[in-house]
């Protein structure tokens, strides 16, 4: 066989895009699945499969069908019992399906972390009904953060200033939430200095950090990303220790994107995906090897050499504004114009646009962090996208 191993990828968004890249590098074959044809990885892969990963007879027969050396979910919303199912009968789940069973929901990791490993969180309280949210929201105080323990890129998530919102940000977060768990997380509102994420890879020689990546969020989604962050020694060895323990904690080998909030000198631990992270989408210009090549590595059990940075960079991301399944994109030339600096861009290549659908990223490294972020939000802001095909179809 030519190939070093086979890859089932379970999500073929951006991120499972670039890690097929990498992987097939190393010399894979990677099956890309998701719920749609033509999605970002399925471009690149070897094969693809397009059925609902949440169905569990359907997951079944897929990995039955494939028999892969590794399973590598790239989304949250899988039939995660199968994939325990599967480990149990010798597949290898990336990292582990445990670490996938937990981080479905927000509960079940805010357990591990808060109450088994003792990390630092905000206060927080669960609620199954309105008047449990409403305890739970004197219990934290306001602001607070409702969030529904199954969602992910901020579905159904918003903020609570006052006693008479929270029916309100309840029933946003049960329309919202994803499964049929009707509960949610109040959390108490963080006024952090900054939010970053630090990603870790577990690998078979041990735990290795990238440096710090610094992101802005609307709207419970990520906008733009830069990386290093400038932390205290003492922050980032707080942050680097409680990573460690958690990564630890879920076993295997890969890479885990872990968010962190920092207010002073006062890291607290907010939540983790167990494969890359979408803001860490900067290190395809900033390091020797992105955070798709570290997991990757980790993955097929190569050596991970301590990931370097090649310089201050920033990621922008660029969006759709409204629903169109014809359209194009404008402005590339102007976006990568070599006036601008060094300066690249990513186009994900989905099917469809939506209101907010993240189609592309700008990539760009500079002599500081702010030049940098600078610069990719421009690269950002040049490409537009030309719905007016849609309209002349019309
Ligand atoms: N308790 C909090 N205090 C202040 N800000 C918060 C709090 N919880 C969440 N946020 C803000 O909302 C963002 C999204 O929250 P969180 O990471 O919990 O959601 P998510 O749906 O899991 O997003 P993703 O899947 O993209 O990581 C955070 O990065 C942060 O900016
Ligand atoms: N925060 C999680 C995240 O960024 N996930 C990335 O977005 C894709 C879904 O995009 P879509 O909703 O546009 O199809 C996922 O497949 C993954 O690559
Ligand atoms: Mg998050």
């Keep these: 066989m030519p190939f070093t191993a086979t890859i089932l990828l379970l999500g073929s968004g951006e991120l499972g895009r670039e890690f097929t890249i990498s992987a097939k590098r190393l010399g894979a074959y990677v099956i890309a699945c998701d719920s749609y044809a033509g999605a970002p990885a399925m471009q690149v892969a070897d094969s693809a499969e397009v059925f609902s990963m949440l169905d569990a007879d359907l997951l079944r ?181 409680m990573a460690r323990r958690v990564v630890d904690d879920l076993g295997g080998y890969g890479l885990f994107g872990v968010e962190f909030f920092v207010r002073g000198d006062e890291v607290i631990f907010s939540e983790l995906s167990p494969r890359p992270h979408d803001t860490g989408m900067v290190t395809l210009i900033s390091q020797t090897l992105s955070e798709f090549d570290l997991h990757a590595r980790a993955i097929l059990g190569l050596p991970v050499p301590e990931p370097r940075l090649l310089g201050p960079a920033a990621s922008a991301v660029i969006l759709a504004d409204r629903e169109a399944t014809t359209f194009a994109f404008e402005g590339l030339a102007d976006a990568l114009s070599t006036e601008q600096g060094e300066v690249d861009v990513r186009l994900f290549g989905k099917p469809a646009t939506r209101p907010y659908r993240r189609m592309g990223v700008a990539l760009a490294r500079a002599a500081d962090v702010e030049t940098a972020r600078r610069l990719a939000g421009r690269a950002a802001g040049r490409v537009t996208i030309d719905y007016a095909q849609l309209k002349a179809d019309r």
């Design 61 to 241: 027969a897929a990995i039955e069908r494939h028999r892969p050396d590794f399973i590598v979910p790239e989304v949250e919303a899988i039939r995660t019992e199968v994939l325990a199912e599967a480990e149990a009968r010798g597949f290898t789940v990336v990292p582990s399906a445990r670490a996938t069973q937990l981080t479905m929901n927000r509960d079940r990791i805010r357990d591990v972390a808060a109450v088994e490993l003792g990390l630092t969180t905000s206060r927080y309280r669960y609620a199954e009904n309105l008047a449990e949210a409403q305890a739970a929201a004197s219990h934290t105080g306001f602001p607070c953060v409702v969030k529904p323990v199954m969602s992910s890129s901020g579905k159904g998530q918003s903020t609570v200033t006052a006693a008479e919102d929270v029916e309100r940000a309840w029933d946003y977060a049960v329309a919202n939430m994803r499964g049929d768990r009707r509960r949610v997380i109040v959390e108490q509102f963080i006024a952090f200095d900054y939010e970053i994420t630090l990603l870790t890879v577990r690998t078979r020689d041990g735990v290795r950090f990238c440096p710090p990546i610094g992101h802005r969020q609307e709207r419970g989604d990520y906008q733009e990303s830069w990386q290093p962050v400038a932390m205290s020694q003492h922050a980032l060895s707080q942050a680097q220790d």
